[in-house]
């Protein structure tokens, strides 16, 4: 075992081959040699073939399908970006580890036995509970997607970013949050006439504050404490977080430690200064609030960057979500947009929540342009970038130049799929004199 501790990587591989009983030991002194779990994290000492049983558990040692850092975390390690792997996504759920990152600021780390949310301002009883006292409110779970405002945008992007559907659209993940009701909450504070907005504040770095309509309060936004079975992962705001459901991500602040009643909103720093959007349809004017994310879908199987080995049938899948509730319909072309077929939806379909929609595709092998289009509850459906920008009122050049990204961009994704079976970003082949690729750092809207 000596040799096996010295090299570079130990790995599960190399001991797996060894007998059980002397792998199981080594492999408790490795980890904790390494600083990491101790012999305790096995719940037995038996390995089974290439099975083992921990405490926590693992997946297989030969999934490769992992969150992408914007960034060279040896430079900068904060704030942390990082991108949901939705080219390798099943069904509607987002595993925690690999849901997406959106920090401003270096994240705290908390014990949450020593955390406390307040709520006061203009409130009857202002309040002060702790993660106890949290958890004997009735609690609700539900599933819902979160997505950067910023997500899909094209203009930071460089030709890497175009090719991959992690890179071009990996800021939304989907997720079942486990909390309280904000409504209830503030019932026991009892919120006092007058009062309209909420200011939520976090507990990093910098004090990352948003703030919050009451009407959006008192709806649907959960004080969460749960994600997918288990506490919130650290990233994702550990012990407690505001979500917002259907609404920009940044509404939904994470390690949440106080909330203001107000009868404005505050114009914090986060939401004046990262999130306002400069509107070419108001002349230049900065929009401060938007709300609601509009209906979008993309094709994540076959997407940009995967290799089809030859024609034959495949099955088109993707993910649709909305702001505006339920996805009603899913639309796939497989010929440039000249006829749309419906796609079936994974049931049961949730409001604002990732929904999977499904197709069977015969591909002939000739080079062919895939796409997606969605529609939701309110009949709101997702536009083409032509009527997306004619919409606002702009060239389709726009979101190429522009150095705004705090838009909603929500045009439908095309993929071309050459003879090859290569597949290709294809947004762009519609856009009069775009370039090939695109110049961007591929640093990918930073301030969001
Ligand atoms: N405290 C705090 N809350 C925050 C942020 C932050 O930097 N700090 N980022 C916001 C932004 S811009 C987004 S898009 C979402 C992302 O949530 P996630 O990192 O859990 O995916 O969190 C929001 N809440
Ligand atoms: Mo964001």
Redesign the pocket.
């Known amino acids: 075992m000596e040799a096996d501790m010295k090299s570079k990587k130990p790995g599960r591989r190399q001991f797996l081959k060894k007998g059980a009983v002397l792998a199981g030991a080594a492999m408790g002194a490795m980890q904790s040699a390494k600083g990491q779990t101790g012999a305790s994290d096995l719940i037995d000492g038996r390995i089974e073939g290439t099975k083992y049983v921990t405490a926590y558990g693992e997946r297989s040692r030969f999934e490769q399908a992992r969150s992408q850092r914007i960034h060279d975390y040896e430079k900068e390690p904060f ?1 942390a970006k990082k991108l949901t792997p939705l080219q390798d996504s099943v069904g509607i759920i987002t595993p925690s580890p690999m ?7 270096v994240p705290p780390d908390i014990d949450p036995s020593t955390h406390r949310l307040m709520i006061h301002g203009m409130v009857d009883r202002p309040l002060i509970f702790t993660m106890e006292d949290l958890k004997r409110l009735p609690s609700v779970s539900r599933v819902y997607f ?1 997505e ?1 405002l910023a997500n899909s945008s094209l203009n930071r992007a460089s030709r890497k970013d175009m090719d991959s559907v992690q890179r071009a659209h990996g800021r939304t ?1 989907c997720s079942e949050w486990t909390g309280v009701p904000l409504s209830v909450l503030l019932q026991q504070a009892g919120v006092q006439s007058g009062a309209s907005w909420l200011y939520s504040e ?1 507990s ?1 770095g910098g004090r ?1 504050s948003y703030s919050l309509p009451m009407a959006k309060a008192m709806d649907d936004v959960l004080v969460a404490y749960g994600q997918n079975g288990e506490a919130v992962r650290p ?3 550990y012990p407690l977080r505001l979500l917002a459901p259907g609404w920009e ?2 509404f ?4 949440l430690r106080r909330i203001k009643v107000v009868n404005q909103p505050q114009y914090a720093k986060t939401e004046v200064t990262l999130h306002g959007y400069l509107r070419p349809d108001l002349k230049g004017k900065a929009l401060w609030f938007q709300f609601e994310m509009p209906p979008k879908s993309v094709i994540t199987r076959p997407s940009g960057g995967q290799k089809l080995p030859g024609p034959g049938s495949y099955e088109i899948t993707g993910l649709a979500w909305s702001g505006g509730g339920v996805i009603r319909r899913v639309e796939v072309s497989t010929d440039g947009g000249r006829t749309w077929q419906d796609a079936a939806l994974q049931e049961p379909v949730h409001s604002k929540a990732h929904t999977r929609f499904r197709l069977g595709w015969n591909w002939d092998g000739e080079e062919a342009v895939i796409q997606s289009r969605c529609t939701d509850e309110r009949g709101e459906r997702q536009p083409s970038l032509e009527e997306m920008s004619r919409r606002v009122g702009v060239g389709m050049d726009y979101w190429i130049k522009t150095s705004v990204t705090a838009f909603q961009f929500n045009p439908i994704q095309p993929w071309r799929v050459t003879r090859e079976g290569e597949i290709h970003n294809a947004i762009l082949d519609s856009v009069p004199g775009a370039p090939a690729s695109l110049g961007g750092d591929g640093s990918g809207h930073t301030d ?1």
């Open positions: 704030p849901h997406f990152v959106a920090d401003h600021y979160m950067c993940s976090g990093d990352y990233e994702q705001g991500g940044p939904s602040v994470k390690w969001h």
